[in-house]
């Protein structure tokens, strides 16, 4: 039996226990978090003043109220029976990172006592000197030090054994530079909350104390059995197949998409629900995407700074519920060639403190116009500042599915809808000197309608979506953190609302306010009406069209960071305060570097295949056929066996055909053992350079000869599981 048949005996759904009364998710819902109701609960009453202060304000917490707080999670956490704590946080790799630490603390010899103190809940102090800093530390100040966040509550997490109190945090370094994901994405909400409250006071707002980002990421996924994935070096090490011809069924049907979810995926997906209830995350919709075994959780939207921990909570917990079901829960942006590859749809919007969603036409003319004011300063943002969103992308796996024919292509672009569309095409042309009232309303925009989703969201294609009440962006990978991309879109949003603001400062004084709006309005739709695009942004035609645009269509990652490196980039974050320009270099650097790393394990995974299972499993079969060949030789002679030339030719030809195509593939890895070695000499840029333009090429071909051979040895003499059992077994 091969080892692939074994395999298939060993798969089948875990048998569970039977809830006989599931839960209503609201008696639970949030229970592993230490959220504001439970700190009201559980603090005095001016120490819970005090940290809404701090969090509404700015103004800092005693040491004393810090120790209140820490000493009521302890208490909450010690409840729940938790009995170590770690600051979590989201270091510059994309992963999150947590150092445990016991409650417990000596206090006599052989006695112990649990202990939690307010400085140890503001400041850890992990021995990190691994993580990539990019340079930032220097190596006789290694430590970087993880300071509580206390925006995003803290939360249990459970295992079989025990459970652990996280402390969601930043990770900085001695100097208080950012050294992870999520103080940036923190700063850029503070940027971003000033400029529109800026705009937002010359449309009469006066008492808008805070604007937030909100955000829904739609997380997409492929589940497959464990068994497979243990027999796939590929997927071990790499999280994509590297090698697999594909089935001759994929996804042409399109019979999966939305179709029924077969139980053993409904089992996984009503326990990753429930864990990620008592966590607080809500996620709301699931179901199949197009390819085979490939699904979608969605989570009503939050604000970014949660949903950004939320999101990499979900996707921790999906990889550990997967586990559990014998499954496992592939993040990677391309695991299978051929079929449809995972992002993450990042819906944006803005919020004020009152919930008013900036993205949402409102019920007057002013409030119109407000609405149409913002979705210039977006259309102005993303025209200006495509390169930066190209980078908040850019990372080894979403190479292959940017530009990939299901996935959104590497030139940004804007998709409006009809109506929109005309209502600003009318405004473009009909700027006047004096607007009347009678004038806005002859443009529509009195009647601007609540755009519903389904009238404006037929095109999915576009990087960058209006979909009736905030932007879908759809260029993120499936297993990034978007703490980077949500950074990248407030400050420049941040930027191009100061921008608008300050042009209708300019135009309205000693004016009238809504004929310069709308002139303000028509002028950044006319600078910006390049980015926008309504039709197919899959087809070869928008590649010309847009380059005849002059839009940029960045391919390969490399290209894509060197956005960070540029002069007006750097000197924007600085303006905004969202990375000095250290930080961005040094994150320039890291992403660079994580993209050489990707691809050398990518590269010396396939050659180790290539050796240790592919040639072998073609050579056995070669010799079958051999041995076949020379014993019909020997039978014709010996025994005069009857057999016609062209039968003999038949098998040779067979033959040579398997050993052509052992050599073809051995030949292309010797050559790609040389284009690393050639490769270790190069400074870090070029040689992400060399990756791109050669080492990508190379495995590719290698993987045709590998794909090739696939096809042609016996099933029994290939142990890789191939696509149609990956794909197809339920
Ligand atoms: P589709 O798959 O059609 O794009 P879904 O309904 O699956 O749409 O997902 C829409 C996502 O957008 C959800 O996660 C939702 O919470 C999120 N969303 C809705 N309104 C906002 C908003 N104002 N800001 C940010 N995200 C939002
Ligand atoms: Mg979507």
Redesign the pocket.
Known sequence: MSIREEVLFRIKSIDLERKSQPKSVSSYFGENTFNISTMKEHISESTFDAFKRWMSEGLTITIDQANEIAECMKRWAISKGATYYTHWFQPMTGLTAEKHDSFISITAPGKVMEKFSGSKLIQGEPDASSFPSGGIRATFEARGYTAWDPSSPAFIIESTLGKTLCIPSIFISYHGEALDKKLPLLRSDEAVSKAAIGLLRLFGHKDVKKVLS?????QEYFLIDKNYYNLRQDLLLTGRTLVGASSPKGQQLEDQYFGTIKERVVNFMFEVAEEAYKLGIPV??RHNEVAPHQY?F????EESNIAADHNQLLMELMKKVALRHNLVCLLHEKPFAGINGSGK?L???L?DDKGN?L?NPGETPEDNLQFLAVLAAVLRAVYNHSDLLRSSVAIAGNEHRLGANEAPPAIMSVFLGDQLTSILNMIEKGAKNKVSKRDIIDLGVTKLPKFN?DST?RNRTSPFAF?G??F?FRAVGSSQNISTPIAVINTIIAESLDYVADKIKKASAGKDFNTAVLKVIAELVKESKDIRFEGNNYSEDWVKEAKRRGLPNVASTVDALKALEKKENIALFEKYKVFTKEELLARHKIWVDLYNLTLEIEANTLNEMVNSCVVPSGCEYERLLADNLSRLVSLKKEVKLKLEEAVLDDQKEHLSEVAQKIYYVRRNSKELVKLLEKAAQLHHEEKAELYFKELKPLMEHIRRHVDALERVVSDEHWDLPKYREMLFIK
């Open positions: 909100t955000c829904g990421p739609e709301m919709t979608e969605a989570p009503v939207f749809h819906n944006w919007s919020a969603n993205l989703k969201d979909t009440n905030k879908e």
